[in-house]
């Protein structure tokens, strides 16, 4: 068979394992042809594709971004879905495996369910907000890296006494707030799912200092403290009209400090976040979701994703995933109470 690839959305680490974990398994196990289309679903709507052999995923596993460039280009727009079938037909492709987060995969079950394309779905994104998975790559790379800068973070904190806060990516959900917190020991982690007020904050942030600690406070960057404006943690809005966030660290930092007296600083992490190279987990998972996808393929699974269950790769309708955003469940939540403050 004749196989398109395409990255789209945000670019996430393990996005070339998945690249090469399906050109190696097609190429070796089912003499399938690749074909790489650059920069998500504009490559497919205008025929921007180039051969993808054997040679050219050799050694990608563990390079961060992708060879195959992202865009958000929306796939009902310049010609939609009939132009992708035409690209398809004038290229002899036989099936598209779209990787991306709940955007590309919603935008992907249309095109399978709704206009017949031949498309398969993987699913990334550093976020972890996906449904119908128990983990994306690129999150434990994002976790990792979070991690690591909030324990540099706190050896200076402590020598200077002051309070810092870290800023995390998380636009909806605070699952890289909640693991990086809690790995580094950060004394007020806030998420999304479950504001509070600054009032709260500060209380966490004093017992800290009361106890001779330099506070750590990580927010994820979607957090709105209660009865704060939610446009306070958005740093401007792109040209298609999606906010950019990037703003609360400061806001939360400024507040701590006018409200305690100790002095703030904040760090936003942004897109460190998702550059570099995959944790070894990541790679792992995204090579094995990218062996499953030519399964998918070869099985005629349209509309269909691989997915982490448990240790287990499984197929799930991508319908079902982009339902709705996992968020961190309350038990998660309740579970850190014993640790903050
Ligand atoms: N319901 C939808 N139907 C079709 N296309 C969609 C839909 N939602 C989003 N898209 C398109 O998919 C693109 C990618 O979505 P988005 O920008 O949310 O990235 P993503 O794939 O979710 O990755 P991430 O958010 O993790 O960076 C959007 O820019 C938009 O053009
Ligand atoms: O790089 P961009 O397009 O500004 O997107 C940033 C967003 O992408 C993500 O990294 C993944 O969805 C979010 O955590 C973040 O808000
Ligand atoms: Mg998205």
Not at 35 to 58: A, K, N, S
Not at 219 to 234: I, L, R, Y
Request: hydrophobic letters at 40%; charged letters at 25%.
């Amino acid at each position: 068979m004749k196989i398109g690839i395409l990255t789209s959305g945000g670019d996430c680490p393990g996005l070339n394992a998945v690249i090469r974990g399906a050109v190696r398994k097609g190429v070796r196990l089912f003499g399938d042809e690749f074909v790489g289309i650059r920069d998500g679903w504009r490559g497919l709507l205008e025929g921007d594709l180039h051969p993808l052999t054997t040679h050219d995923v050799r050694g990608i596993s563990g390079r961060g971004g992708t060879i195959l460039g992202t865009s958000r280009t929306h796939p009902y727009s310049g010609g939609g879905p009939d132009a992708m079938r035409q690209v398809m037909k004038d290229n002899g492709i036989d099936g598209v495996i779209a990787i991306g987060g709940e955007g590309t995969l919603a935008g992907a079950a249309r095109l399978a369910d709704d206009e017949g394309l031949p498309v398969v779905g993987v699913p990334k994104t550093i976020d972890n907000d996906l449904g119908s998975t128990d983990y994306t790559f690129g999150f434990d790379t994002a976790a990792a890296i979070a991690t690591r800068s909030i324990d540099a973070l706190r050896t200076t904190a402590e020598s200077h006494h002051r309070c810092m806060v870290v800023e995390v990516m998380g636009r909806h959900v605070g699952w890289i707030a909640l693991h990086a917190g809690m790995a580094a020991g950060a004394q007020a982690i806030l998420l999304p799912e479950f504001p509070v007020t600054m009032e709260r904050v500060v209380e966490w942030v004093e017992s800290a200092r009361d106890r001779g600690r330099a506070p750590i406070v990580v927010v994820a960057e979607g957090f709105v403290p209660v009865g704060v404006d939610a446009e306070e943690g958005v740093a401007a809005i792109a040209a298609d009209g999606r906010p950019r966030f990037g703003g609360i660290g400061d806001y939360v930092a400024a507040e701590v400090e006018r409200m305690t007296g100790i002095e703030t600083r904040a760090t936003i992490l942004g897109h460190l976040q998702r550059g570099g190279v995959p944790t070894a987990y990541d790679r792992v998972l995204a090579t094995r979701l990218g062996l499953a996808a030519v399964d998918l393929i070869h099985d005629a699974s349209w509309g269909y994703m691989t997915s982490l269950s448990g240790t287990d790769i499984i197929r799930v309708p991508m319908a079902d995933a982009v339902e709705s955003l996992k968020a961190v469940p309350k038990e998660r939540w309740d579970e850190l109470e014993a640790l903050l403050g």
